[in-house]
């Protein structure tokens, strides 16, 4: 009985942790060509040969808001390992995005996405919703919610598809 | 001092001994359900011939949930609120939605409608599954609308589990099932939900009904429930009973 109550304790209070799920949605990785905050053009394509973390956020999105400064600590957790984010923002105008930019730092791309033509391609309907492409320039991976990026587990799945 | 004494004892004894629906200014009529359920609906009385029907489940005590429904019944609407989960005595939780029985939810209506109103229904969040489930309901039973006006989805969250990125969503049983009752969806603008309302409106059209769908500006989801409300949610907020309004105006003038 004792044994259960501790395990249900250990249970209840660790932090939770939600892994990455195999990509289930058909056909070809959409196309992703946005600008940054900066104004600097990015294009996914471009990126191939590397691991790349898409998520696609609002800053009225609580678990966006709460998530992102993990999303640093991720970059650095990745050390050497071929990898990025490119986080699309939702439709949001420039100030609105930039205020928040100010006030959480990330250290990686925000993209400006100001009528929502990646969203539909992407078939995203709530946020945070987050897409991994492999090297293979492949969706391996999708994740739906806020999580803590740097959450070894998930930086282990990241590396070992950035290995394959 | 010893005046601000009294007045604090008279505020106490106010506040303990006046029931709250004296102080709303409503009355709380007690429908029995076949032995099941006995389900207290607070009613802010008017004079028009309309009634809004609102599922909030809890007979409307969320924030600014009284104020609006006291300001349309100044308006001649006037306003139903079910407390569905007491009635059932189910717990305050979102699983307990699902388990509300559509007899409880029909029956509901039915006294409603033998006000001979023209009754509109309304629900926010999760809760919208009901009126769409009862309004299902209603049409079967009566093969059509008949005296249902329309319904009105605040915020709707309707997926069936969680949304999975790249794929589409999947809705709960009651969207799709409504056949003539015309659906009006409002969003709020600053939600991510937003970008599902499209995908939602053809999904909720799929069993005829007409729906349309707005996007209110600036402001998020539940935001005259939120208590960190910022300055385009309270504006909204304190207009919320004209929103609403506009809202049944408009479904009112809905082709079917």
Not at chain 2, 132 to 160: C, I, K, Q, Y
Not at chain 2, 180 to 188: N, Q
């Amino acid at each position: 009985m004792k044994k259960m109550l501790i395990l249900l304790l250990v249970l209840f209070t660790m932090p939770a942790t939600a892994g990455l799920k195999p990509y289930e949605g058909e056909g070809p990785t959409p196309p992703l060509t946005l600008t940054d905050i900066q104004g600097t053009m990015h294009d996914l394509a471009a990126y191939q040969g590397k691991v790349v973390l898409v998520q696609f956020w609002a800053t009225y999105c609580a678990p966006c808001r709460k998530e992102m400064p993990s999303m640093n600590r991720l970059i650095e957790k990745m050390g050497n390992t071929p990898f990025v984010i490119l986080a699309v923002n939702m439709g949001e105008t420039q100030e609105e995005v930039e205020a928040f930019v100010e006030e959480v730092g990330p250290e990686f791309p925000i993209l400006m996405d100001p009528d929502g033509e990646s969203i539909g391609a992407w078939q995203v309907f709530a946020a945070p919703s987050n897409f991994v492409v492999g090297a293979d320039g492949k969706i391996h991976y999708t994740l739906f919610g806020g999580v803590e990026w740097d959450d070894d587990e998930l930086v282990a799945q990241l590396k070992e598809l950035a290995n394959e | 001092m010893r005046l601000i004494k009294s007045l604090q004892q008279i505020l106490l004894i106010l506040l303990v001994f006046v029931p709250a629906g004296a102080i709303a200014g409503a009355e709380v009529l007690t429908l029995e359900i076949d032995g099941d359920a006995e389900i207290d609906i607070r009613i802010f009385r008017a004079e028009g011939d309309t009634l809004l029907l609102g599922f909030a489940c809890d007979e409307g005590q969320g924030i600014a949930e009284q104020s609006t429904a006291e300001s349309l019944a100044e308006d001649g609407v006037e306003v139903w609120m079910p407390d569905m989960l007491g009635g059932y005595m189910l717990p305050k939780t979102r699983s307990s939605i699902q388990s509300i029985p559509s007899e409880g939810l029909y029956g509901v209506m039915d006294k409603a409608m033998q006000s001979g109103k023209k009754v509109y229904l309304i629900a926010s969040g999760p809760e919208t599954e009901l009126v769409l489930r009862v309004a299902s309901e209603w049409e079967a039973r009566h093969d059509g609308a008949a005296g249902l006006a329309g319904v009105v989805l605040l915020f709707p969250r309707l997926n069936d589990g969680k949304p999975e990125p790249g794929k589409e969503p999947v809705y709960v049983e009651a969207v799709g099932k409504t056949r003539e009752v015309p659906l009006l969806v409002l969003e709020g603008e600053r939600t991510p939900n937003r970008w599902g309302v499209k995908h939602l409106t053809a999904a909720l059209a799929q069993g005829g009904s007409h729906v349309h769908a707005k996007l209110i500006p600036d402001v998020r989801g539940y935001f005259f429930k939120r208590e960190d409300a910022n300055m385009p949610e309270e504006v909204v907020t304190t207009q919320l009973a004209g929103l609403i309004k506009a809202s049944l105006f408009f479904l009112g003038r809905t082709d079917r």
